[in-house]
């Protein structure tokens, strides 16, 4: 359910061929799911033998940053990028489970709440952009939409950024606390390996805010979508840079979920 290595074959597939509303679901709701189902089983089912699984998610935590950024580098499509790094992020968010702990379950608690507001966003922005007729594929196809449609440009990009862990986005806290929590299990290569794979998801991240703002568009047709759309998906954008200057509130809220661990 989670996409992670060495299970994520069905990712960038399922992702590229599904309509654009039902990606944006698999990429959000099941993972919230899945993070309940794994905080059960091994949070508290098998918490006693902790360095048996820990190893494990260790390894499959590993591949899924690396081989999630580094395959994401080389797409051209745009499900297919937000596929391979959300194979990424799922590596991410492994990390607080690694931790074994009450920091660690609620940094990886935060982390796939964050990630799901940020998945629904961005997978709407396609919606916004389709306007009900052909789905947006390539990254070529967002050429000037910053020109063509400042709102719609600037909201991707808060939210492609946020993705990309920058600050003041609330995406930069999520990647924070998982980093702490392995730093805090005394696993400094895994947090040092992660911030360098942070680096090299900005690169593909920051293509698509190139394109959108920097690329001469291909064709100057305004794009404008319903009003509860657009009100959906600006909830998201600011959602992500709200949380971002403000996340002492909802980072308290999932510390005390797994107080007592």
């Not at 600006?234 to 661990?261: D, M």
């Amino acid at each position: 359910k989670f996409g992670a290595v060495p299970s994520q074959m069905w990712v960038p597939d399922v992702y590229h061929g599904a309509p654009t509303s039902v990606t944006a679901f698999i990429a959000s709701a099941p993972k919230i799911a899945a993070f309940a189902l794994v905080i059960r089983i091994l949070g508290y089912g098998f918490e006693k033998v902790l360095i048996d699984w820990q190893g494990m998610l260790i390894i499959m935590a590993t591949l899924s940053i690396v081989i999630g950024n580094l395959v994401a580098l080389a797409q051209d499509n745009i499900k297919r990028l937000l596929a391979y790094s959300a194979i990424a992020h799922v590596g991410f968010f492994l990390l607080g489970i690694i931790a074994g702990n009450g920091l660690g379950y609620s940094a990886a608690f935060f982390y796939i709440i964050t990630y799901a507001i940020m998945s629904l966003g961005g997978f709407g922005c396609l919606i916004y952009l389709a306007k009900g007729k052909q789905e947006v594929s390539l990254i070529s196809e967002l050429k000037g939409l910053g020109q063509r449609n400042p709102w719609g440009g600037l909201l991707i990009s808060f939210l492609f950024l946020s993705m990309a862990g920058l600050p003041p986005f609330v995406g930069f806290w999520a990647k924070l606390e998982v980093i702490r929590a392995v730093l805090e299990a005394n696993l400094v290569w895994l947090a040092i390996l992660a911030a360098a794979m942070s680096i090299v998801g900005l690169f593909y991240y920051l293509k698509v805010v190139k394109v959108i703002f920097f690329d001469p568009p291909e064709a100057e047709t305004k794009v404008k979508a319903e009003r509860g759309l657009r009100l959906a998906l600006g909830i998201t954008g600011v959602a992500v840079v709200a949380l971002g200057l403000f996340p002492a509130q909802l980072l308290e809220v999932c510390r005390q979920a797994f107080r007592y661990l």
